[in-house]
């Protein structure tokens, strides 16, 4: 864990005059706020300024230029720069542009800017050439392959150069502290110091500061403090409506180690339209994932989600067949040549197949392209581990790109998966885990899925501790499904495709 903490940190000191003498610590750490209120959701501000900068610079450009690349009509102008902003946009988000660890630094964030703006001209120029070519089959522009790309390549600079501008002024908001949430967690002890801890990782440097109010100040137990004593308000004296005015609290996170704190002065906060969350929710809701080591099973029963309508398993089964039609067609000439790579790198079949688990507990074969020598698992079964001296050189190539995985769209035709779900495991796997891990296989309520938001969020697991934290982010996905998630990951999953992280 980074050790530089994302909290505010303040040394104790005499209040300022003219404050109130019963808050110390809280009032020191109020005067460094901002004088506004803060911005909530950085990302979709990101994603909104984005969208004004992209607009802007192509409108700009492209009223200037526009005769010089023989586009004459005003409505061939406004529908290049909209498939141009649009598809932009799509490629910025695949990319994990807006993802929380891209918004740390302006280094981080050009990482994946760089990344979706030098796919942009090989996604445009099919789309200039063949789309609008279609629709405006007199026009050079679009009729032609190499104007189409040197269009692509102008709107890919104009987007670079909108997004780099862009991210400049975002970061300059965000080290003035306008991203900054400020979060009162009622609580000392062990899920406070797990708050605590969440919070000094990286990703939330700048995006929140914290304030901590002892149990006992609300009427509760006496709980030991794990939190470092400059972050808590500890005079009894001040309520809790009286912290959260001074400190302009945007939400109050209950983290008390038992039930006996008193529930009024949470009512309170809550009547005076400050979110009042319960610590396994809040911890959801940052973390994208149900922590096995807090939750509950009655915290489950109880709380919102795991709603799956009908219509929602058929909306989902539709998107299947066509997404895996659409994938399997665009895919075929990179099978055809993974095939023939396979078949003269030596002896053995070129499909691979293997027993896994899918819904209700349900065996199928599930199909890969075969990535190891044939003796493989001549001592049994076993995951794939670090440099696997099984797997041949062109296997290493095509689990790099996962290549391997896309014959599983006959398994997504056939109905035994999902383009989205939890990743299926071996039935002597799924034995193995379900006796040490609690509420395992939970994951099995769903079909199985070639990808998902376990490995949007998690690397390659090779063993029983990352089987429990995938576990978590495949709980959370059931628990919050819809098909715009689904959609949302199926985008994203560029992103790992792209990425070395976790290949093996």
């Known amino acids: 864990m980074n050790n530089k903490c994302s909290v505010m940190e303040t040394e104790l000191a ?47 450009v492209m ?26 946009l799509m490629l910025l988000y695949a990319a994990g542009c807006y993802r929380r660890d891209a918004m740390v630094r302006f280094a981080t964030a050009m990482i994946p800017l760089g990344v979706a703006l030098g796919f942009s001209a090989a996604v445009l120029t099919p789309l200039f050439h063949f789309v609008l070519g279609s629709f405006y089959p007199a026009e050079l522009v679009f009729r032609s392959i190499s104007r189409s790309a040197t269009l692509a390549l102008i709107s890919g600079g104009m987007s670079l150069a909108a997004g780099m501008a862009n991210r400049l002024a975002f970061f300059a908001m965000s080290r003035r502290h306008w991203f900054e949430r400020h979060i009162l967690v009622v609580g000392t002890g062990s899920r406070a110091k797990y708050i605590y801890d969440l919070f000094c990782e990286d990703k939330y440097k700048g995006y929140a500061s914290l304030t901590f109010v002892p149990e006992q100040a609300l009427g509760g137990s006496l709980i030991a403090s794990e939190i470092p004593a400059h972050l808590v308000a500890t005079d009894q004296r001040c309520s809790l409506e009286e912290i959260t005015s001074v400190l302009r609290v945007d939400s109050v996170v209950v983290a008390a180690e038992n039930d006996t704190v008193p529930l009024e002065p949470l009512l309170t906060c809550k009547t005076g339209g400050i979110p009042v969350f319960e610590f396994n929710t809040f911890i959801e809701r940052e973390t994208g994932r149900v922590n096995l080591r807090w939750v509950d099973l009655s915290w489950l029963v109880y709380s919102h989600g795991f709603e799956i309508r009908a219509m929602d398993v058929v909306l989902k089964r539709i998107t299947d067949v066509v997404g895996a039609l659409i994938m399997l067609w665009a895919a075929l000439p990179v099978l055809a040549v993974a095939a023939l790579a396979i078949a003269l790198e030596g002896r053995g079949p070129i499909l691979f197949r293997q027993t896994r688990v899918t819904q209700g507990n349900r065996v199928f074969e599930l199909f890969k392209l075969r990535t190891m020598c044939v003796d493989a698992e001549r001592n049994g079964a076993q995951w794939a581990a670090k440099k696997d001296p099984r797997i041949t050189p062109v296997g290493m190539i095509l689990r790099r790109f996962r290549i391997d995985e896309i014959p599983q769209l006959i398994n997504v035709l056939r109905g035994e998966m999902s383009l989205v779900g939890p990743r299926p495991e071996r039935p002597i796997f799924v034995e193995q885990l379900a006796n040490q891990i609690g509420m395992y296989n939970l994951r099995h309520s769903v079909k199985a899925g070639i990808t998902g938001w376990a490995q949007l969020n998690y690397p390659y697991g090779a063993s029983v501790e990352d089987a429990r934290c995938k576990l978590e982010y495949d709980l959370f996905y059931m628990k919050h499904f819809s098909i715009l998630r689904d959609l949302a990951i199926i985008l994203q999953t560029c992103r790992i495709i792209l990425s070395p992280q976790g290949v093996r």
């Open 14 to 60: 005499a209040p300022p005059s003219g404050t109130s003498p019963k808050l110390t610590t809280a009032v020191l750490q109020a005067h460094k706020k901002a004088f506004f209120p803060s911005i909530p959701n950085a990302a979709a501000l990101l994603f909104a300024m984005d969208f004004v900068f992209l607009a802007l610079v192509n409108l700009a």
């Open 63 to 88: 009223n200037r230029i526009h005769a010089r690349l023989d586009i004459l009509a005003q409505k061939q102008t406004f529908l290049v720069i909209a498939i141009s902003v649009v598809t932009t």
